[in-house]
């Protein structure tokens, strides 16, 4: 079966200004080098539907909705917060994230796909339920576990975060939901301040959180010593029907953002490890989401070998 590959060119209508790290130059970084490389010609690649409101609203308050598409009509440089810039064509760019990601999971869902990759902007982890916040607009991975659940009917969702900063949007969507396993590896101390290890839940949903806090200059071992020590064991546990990856690359040792040290070779480890528990858990209905990443070069090179472990057979 196919890896997919979703993308649409109206994802580089979302400006945020030249000095901003969260830039059309990101995604366009990763089709050049999937395209030199030829990994993209082993892809299938989809230009995806804007995401229908009604599943915003899965995860989404209407109220803070429409107030990011109003300020991206009113032409307002950014909504809720300073870090999160945007721009008139950020309102269908979001819409196009967001609709990306729920289409890759129609897709392997329906067998189409073996799994998909989704690079998309904004990225989705810090939105929380009615607040934007850093680079972030829609929770395009929430919104893809609530579809899980609604459209498809599955019972538990398993979200894995590797993006150097703690996606805290995500975690206080699904805090207090059983359903959904959330697990997170991410510098401690950072942005945005959130994702301690005692972090665990709320109510129904306490054990469904995992934090794993990384030190700075932690490294590959570290993170496939977390991951293999911590994360695959609590997944098993669980018994996912389907895995979603924030797939952040921003915990690269060349990123400006991040100071944990994480290589290429660390970000094709984990993806192996993600992919062959998958492949034994639920049929290997995988769909991961772009998130963090913003040294232009160690993004790409990191999609490319993340990508290049999607096209191989479960170990």
Not at 64 to 84: H, K, L, N
């Amino acid at each position: 079966m196919a890896t997919g590959f979703v993308f649409h060119p109206l994802s580089l209508h979302h400006l945020t200004g030249s000095d901003h790290p969260e830039r059309p130059e990101r995604v366009l970084a990763i089709q050049d080098r999937l395209r030199d490389g030829g990994v993209l010609a082993e892809l299938e690649v989809l230009q995806p539907e804007p995401v229908e409101t009604r599943w915003l609203r899965e995860v989404h308050s209407p109220d803070y909705i429409s107030r990011v598409e109003q300020a991206c009509a009113d032409g307002r440089p950014v909504v809720d917060s300073a870090d999160t810039a945007i721009s008139p064509g950020s309102w269908k760019a979001a819409l196009l994230a967001a609709g990306g990601a729920l289409q890759a999971v129609d897709r392997v869902m329906s067998g189409e796909w073996a799994n998909g990759f989704v690079s998309c902007r904004p990225p989705g982890h810090h939105a929380e339920h009615n607040l934007a916040m850093g680079f972030c607009l829609f929770n395009n991975v929430a919104v893809a576990a609530a579809y899980l659940r609604a459209r498809h009917g599955l019972e538990r969702v398993a979200i894995v975060d590797w993006d150097v900063h703690h996606g805290n949007g995500t975690q206080h969507i699904f805090e207090d939901d059983p359903s959904v396993f959330y697990a997170s590896l991410h510098q401690w101390p950072l942005y945005p301040g959130t994702g301690r290890a005692q972090e665990r839940g709320r109510g129904a949903g306490v054990g469904a959180t995992l934090n794993c806090p990384m030190d700075p200059g932690a490294g590959d071992d570290a993170y496939l010593k977390v991951m293999e020590e911590q994360v695959l064991p609590a997944l098993a546990k669980f018994a996912p029907q389907a895995i979603l990856v924030s797939a952040g690359f921003d915990a690269h040792r060349d990123d400006p953002l991040s100071a944990t040290m994480v290589t290429e070779e660390g970000y094709r480890r984990m993806s192996r490890l993600l992919l062959d528990l998958a492949a034994d858990a639920c049929q290997g209905r995988l769909v991961s989401m772009l998130e963090g990443g913003y040294d232009l070069r160690a993004l790409a090179a990191s999609v490319e070998i993340h990508l290049q472990e999607m096209r191989q057979p479960a170990k």
